[in-house]
């Protein structure tokens, strides 16, 4: 008889086959050490938005006495309702309808100004869209505050000052919404795909409405979400168009309410029958910016697809 080597068997090799070792992963201290970061400033401004939310439901006493821990009361929020809309025959809420009708009306006008130009941009060729694309880039990072004044004598010009919608349309020229839909025509629609329906016969107009604008829904929500938060959140604009208190926005009025108030300048507050305080004024800050929530909870599904917009073409 042969004599038979055995030879020991690892034991790797009694695992079935494909189940291969796992490896430990290694603590590394650079990739925690960024995220804790990361996660302790979270922290610090959900911690600083908490107290600033929960400071309309207590008293000026209880703020004044306790600090950020208190008592709470949701009756708290009748109160301060009643105090805003006591202020000045409820001036408050006229502001935000004033915003609501300048923002609203601004970014309805940038996507429907902003979509063709960029599809324009991205996809047709004609004599000068290199020098367009460059206007609108310069166009992006020049202060808005620089054509405050020219536009300001314009609108003088025109005895136009102090009325929403002049401020409505100029709004709407919002140079970083057709950067964004050229950006998403240039990545997301094939060239090809143009090319067929012009030999079909479809016309450029159809082919905008047909084929470019059905897949432009991420770049519809980009757009109208942040026209919307540049629209509503504007404060030198509105400053100098809008004179008169009666058509002031939410961005303006709120400095009035604060320099309003017996905390920060008692000798104006002095004549007032309604007294604002910390509580009513958290609250009124609230109330602003309940209407950008609400359009960003609305728009989020489209947000978080086109927040890669233009990072992977085909």
Do not use: C
């Not at 950020?68 to 935000?96: H, K, M």
């Not at 025509?185 to 016969?201: H, K, Q, S």
């Not at 509105?238 to 303006?252: D, E, G, H, I």
């Amino acid at each position: 008889m042969s004599d038979v080597a055995v030879e020991p068997v690892a034991s790797g090799a009694l695992l079935a086959a494909g189940a291969a070792p796992r490896k430990r992963r290694r603590f590394r201290l650079r990739e925690v050490t960024p995220m804790g970061f990361l996660m302790l400033v979270a922290l610090i401004y959900l911690f600083i938005m908490v107290t600033f939310v929960l400071a309309t439901l207590r008293s000026q006493a209880s703020l004044l006495s306790q600090g950020a821990f208190g008592p709470l009361s949701l009756g708290r929020l009748r109160f301060d309702w009643r105090q805003l809309r006591g202020f000045s025959d409820g001036i408050y809420f006229t502001w935000l309808r004033n915003s609501a009708y300048i923002a609203f009306g601004g970014a309805i006008i940038a996507v429907l100004v902003a979509l063709p130009a960029g599809y324009a941009l991205a996809m047709l060729h004609f004599r000068g869209r290199r020098v367009l694309l460059f206007l609108t880039i310069l166009t992006m990072v020049m202060p808005n505050t620089v054509l405050v004044i020219p536009l300001f004598l314009e609108v003088s010009a025109v005895h136009q000052v102090d009325i929403l919608w002049p401020v409505a349309v100029i709004m709407g020229f919002y140079p970083f919404g057709t950067y964004l839909s050229f950006v998403h025509y240039r990545t997301t629609l094939p060239y090809e795909l143009l090319e067929a329906g012009r030999i079909d016969g479809v016309s450029e107009m159809g082919l905008f409405w047909r084929v470019a604008t059905p897949v432009a829904k991420q770049a519809v929500a980009l757009v109208f979400f942040f026209a919307f938060v540049a629209d509503w959140t504007n404060y030198f604009l509105p400053l100098v168009m809008l004179p008169t208190s009666a058509a002031q926005t939410v961005s303006v009025g709120l400095q009035e309410l604060i320099t309003s108030s017996q905390l920060f300048n008692a000798s104006a507050a002095a004549g007032l029958n309604v007294q604002l305080y910390m509580p009513e004024l958290a609250f009124a800050a609230v109330l602003q910016m309940l209407p950008v929530l609400a359009v960003f909870v609305g728009a989020q599904r489209y947000l978080q697809r086109g927040a890669m917009l233009g990072s992977v073409k085909g």
